[in-house]
């Protein structure tokens, strides 16, 4: 599954990102070394503040490093990438408009004509398996749902890279389960570079082929793991010795207090 491109496409080479503040200044990270080959999903996991999504941000070129560089296919960034797609917790739909417009959204800003805005949504809506509420409005969705919609937007507009960021945290159990298992199908079917930040361990571990470790009060990353569980992955996956084990492992490291 995926990663037939075994090149490194984003790399971060010791940086950092210091935030002004009240007392002075606040570490965002420090000394971040990280790579992500093409077509790859990787996770990043670590308690609140550490830095993981500060470490997206630099990613995408929102914000620049205070020191360090981060390149994209080889390339230093220095502003705002328009090949990064982001996928947020909260849904973030428009409601007064129907899910095809939701959709559309991006591509309508980029100046896309309407027969190709329309084309494109209707294919992207079939990939996450919603064509057939198109015409619905956000309100009448479920959360799994709107989630798909929101996918299916950042995938519209054909980004290389999509940032998630805690997108399943807001579901219940069992729909945050389907959704690891349909983004797993759509990563496959797309061959997207993914960073995937996520507070669960399982999450992380089901769904990425490498595991970074982020931890305070340092926020840099403590440790990579690399997870050898094969692709595809499903229920048999989840209660796996080699799963469960490993999940373990991540779990004793965040807790510790080296």
Not at 65 to 92: A, H, L, M, R
Request: aromatic share 8%; net charge negative; proline share 4%.
């Amino acid at each position: 599954m995926s990663t037939a491109n075994s090149r490194v496409y984003i790399d971060l080479v010791n940086v950092t990102k210091i935030y002004p503040s009240k007392d002075g200044e606040r570490i965002g990270v420090s000394n971040i070394n990280m790579t992500v080959q093409k077509d790859e999903l990787v996770a990043v996991v670590g308690h609140s503040g550490c830095g993981k999504t500060t470490l997206l941000n630099l990613v995408s070129g929102i914000i620049g490093p205070t020191s360090g560089v981060v390149k994209i296919d080889g390339v230093g960034i220095v502003e705002p990438q328009s090949n990064c797609g982001f996928v947020f917790q909260e849904f973030s739909l428009f409601p007064w408009r129907t899910v095809i417009e939701n959709v559309e959204f991006g591509l309508e800003i980029r100046g896309i004509n309407g027969v190709e805005r329309r084309k494109t949504a209707t294919e992207y809506l079939e990939l996450v398996g919603l064509l057939n509420v198109n015409n619905s409005y956000p309100d009448v969705l479920s959360g799994g749902m709107k989630q798909r919609v929101a996918i299916a937007r950042a995938l519209a507009y054909n980004p290389s890279i999509l940032l998630m960021d805690e997108p399943f945290g807001a579901l219940d159990s069992q729909t945050r389960e389907e959704m690891q298992e349909e983004l797993l199908k759509i990563w496959n079917e797309t061959h997207k570079t993914i960073i995937f930040v996520t507070h669960s361990i399982r999450e992380a571990v089901f769904l990425a082929k490498r595991v970074y470790l982020m931890k305070l009060p340092q926020n840099t990353i403590h440790r990579i793991y690399d997870v050898p569980l094969a692709y595809p992955r499903d229920l048999k996956t989840k209660i796996s010795k080699e799963m469960n084990e490993l999940v373990f492992d991540i779990a004793t490291e965040l807790k510790s207090s080296d």
